[in-house]
């Protein structure tokens, strides 16, 4: 931290680093206080998956409908990065699921340093896929941390820490989704008495650090011979990005919505056992699984009854592991 004055002010001038929809709601608070937005910084635009046109992240979204300057750097090593960053005089950059580096040059600059808010109860589930990690393994509590930023990965001293019940159904979207709301919560406590919570920052215990590695997409296939407990939590996790499947009939079958049962057949896992009340009712290595809503290969997602009743499902019919 530079020798600017560190006295109390209710407002600040802020460049603000951010990605997805989780970073808008932080925004929206920053602007909505008062602080002087100076920049949005969000990752390059992107084609879109089906190659039809280019992408923008909701930050820029922000920005854009806001007359927010936005900057779109590949690397915040690049000194003309560095530079405009530097040009502005920043108090404070926040920044919430950016997707980039910051180097040490960036992290220096402004005159209360870099804070980030990330979406776990630090040290643990420090990394790329904390919300849908939690979900994976059926914690029943998260939360977010504001740091301050260093140059490991989600290493800073804790700021302030709320934490968050996780419902028993929860999926990772709609954690996504309360967490935003929960960050910008707790980013306008810190921006409220900004010196004095910098000054009570407590290093983080590296003894309890844990890691939430990024999600990639061969976890997304279903293995029956799991438990049904696994697999719900596994399903939840990966909803709605990049969503878990199963195969049938050699085509993909999409699982958006299903709930686990604890009662077993006979049958090998991944086997049919019931079609009752417009579910497929799925057998699996321990327990079952109701599957609600899915979704067939170059198809829209419909239920399981309109699934069962167009593609001509019989009972026993069987998934692929």
């Given at each position: 931290m530079n020798n600017r004055s560190m006295n109390n002010?209710?407002?600040y001038r802020i460049i603000f680093m951010g990605t997805p929809a989780f970073a808008v709601p932080s925004l929206e608070m920053i602007a909505r206080k008062g602080h002087q937005l100076l920049a949005l910084f969000t990752q390059p635009d992107r084609i879109n998956?089906?190659?039809?046109?280019?992408?923008?992240?909701p930050v820029k979204a922000y920005g854009l409908q806001n007359h927010i300057p936005v900057f779109q750097p590949e690397s915040l090593n690049d000194k003309k990065a560095q530079a405009v960053i530097r040009g502005m005089n920043p108090d404070l950059i926040v920044v919430i699921a950016y997707g980039r580096i910051l180097p040490k040059a960036v992290l220096d600059m402004p005159a209360f340093g870099c804070i980030n808010v990330h979406a776990s109860l630090l040290p643990e589930y420090r990394g790329a896929a904390p919300i849908q990690r939690v979900i994976m393994n059926s914690e029943p509590m998260t939360g977010v941390t504001v740091m301050k930023m260093a140059e490991g990965m989600d290493t800073g001293d804790m700021i302030l820490q709320k934490s968050f019940v996780i419902p028993p159904d929860m999926t990772a979207g709609a954690l996504f989704d309360s967490l935003s709301r929960v960050s910008a919560s707790a980013l306008s406590e810190v921006l409220d008495k900004l010196p004095e919570r910098l000054?009570?920052?407590?290093?983080?215990?590296?003894e309890e650090a844990t890691y939430a590695e990024k999600i990639t997409k061969d976890m997304s296939r279903i293995q029956w011979n799991q438990s049904a407990d696994r697999l719900d939590a596994l399903i939840r996790g990966l909803t709605?990005?990049?969503?878990?499947?199963?195969?049938?009939?050699?085509?993909?079958?999409?699982?958006?919505?299903?709930?686990?049962s604890f009662w077993n057949s006979a049958e090998k896992p991944g086997t049919i056992i019931s079609l009752d009340e417009g579910r497929l009712r799925v057998q699996t290595g321990r327990g079952v699984i109701d599957l609600i809503t899915v979704q067939p290969e170059n198809k829209k997602a419909m239920t399981a009854a309109d699934f069962i009743h167009g593609y001509q499902v019989h009972l026993y019919d069987t998934f692929e592991n």
């Open positions: 002010r209710s407002r998956r089906r190659g039809k046109g280019i992408s923008f992240s000054g009570r920052a407590i290093p983080q215990k590296e709605p990005d990049p969503g878990a499947y199963t195969v049938f009939r050699g085509k993909r079958l999409k699982i958006h919505e299903e709930c686990p």
